[in-house]
């Protein structure tokens, strides 16, 4: 059985992550819960912890071309299907976060909020948490400007002042609208760029 979540689906830059995870019932991690509930310093430990106990894990991602493309809804599920697809051992059971279902031919179970009630559904979420935060600090040095190693991509007011003083780049999702923040006093930004 594979717990199956997807991190991303709200920034205006960046791909979307998934991960699935095949927990050893024999040496499951202590501490696992949703992703969003847990430190950034417990994250990363949880991770190494599931990576080496886990029967297998993977990684599926939807980039920013697909996303506008497709939209993330269908970007975000095509992403779930990548990472069950590249599970070694392959799953036999799929646990979902969420409220939809997937086109596999697995069966399958989604469970709304599933990353706070199943391990192996929480346990995919700090896979894939960490995994994409990992990449958001390699695009920032990339992509200077728009602060995505504090904000992940998502649609800070920081990172909304940067879009409103500098324009999108070219991983921000076109199809995503955000709103300009107008009182820029509020901002954290450096005062060279306002």
């Not at 847990?38 to 993977?58: G, M, N, P, T």
């Not at 559904?121 to 960490?130: E, L, N």
């Not at 600090?137 to 200077?144: A, F, N």
């Not at 649609?155 to 002042?161: A, I, Q, T």
Request: aromatic content about 6%.
């Amino acid at each position: 059985m594979s717990g199956v979540d997807e991190v991303g689906r709200g920034c205006l830059a960046g791909p979307v992550v998934a991960a699935a995870v095949i927990l050893s019932l024999d040496n499951i991690p202590k501490g696992i819960n949703d992703s969003k509930k847990l430190s950034a310093k417990q994250r990363e430990r949880l991770d190494k912890e599931i990576r080496a106990s886990a029967v297998a894990f993977a990684i599926g991602m939807g980039d920013v071309t697909e996303i506008d493309t497709i939209n993330i809804f269908q970007s975000s599920k095509k992403a779930m299907l990548r990472a069950i697809a590249a599970l070694k051992p392959s799953a036999d059971f799929l646990l979902l976060d969420g409220n939809f279902k997937i086109e596999s031919p697995l069966p399958q179970r989604f469970i709304i909020g599933g990353d706070r009630v199943s391990v192996s559904i929480a346990a995919a979420s700090i896979i894939a948490k960490v995994y994409r935060d990992a990449l958001m600090r390699e695009l920032d040095l990339q992509y200077p400007g728009y602060y995505l190693a504090q904000n992940k991509g998502y649609g800070s007011p920081d990172h909304r002042v940067a879009l409103e003083a500098i324009g999108p780049s070219e991983i921000h999702r076109k199809s995503f609208t955000w709103t300009p923040v107008r009182d820029l006093r509020q901002s954290h930004l450096p005062k060279e760029i306002l």
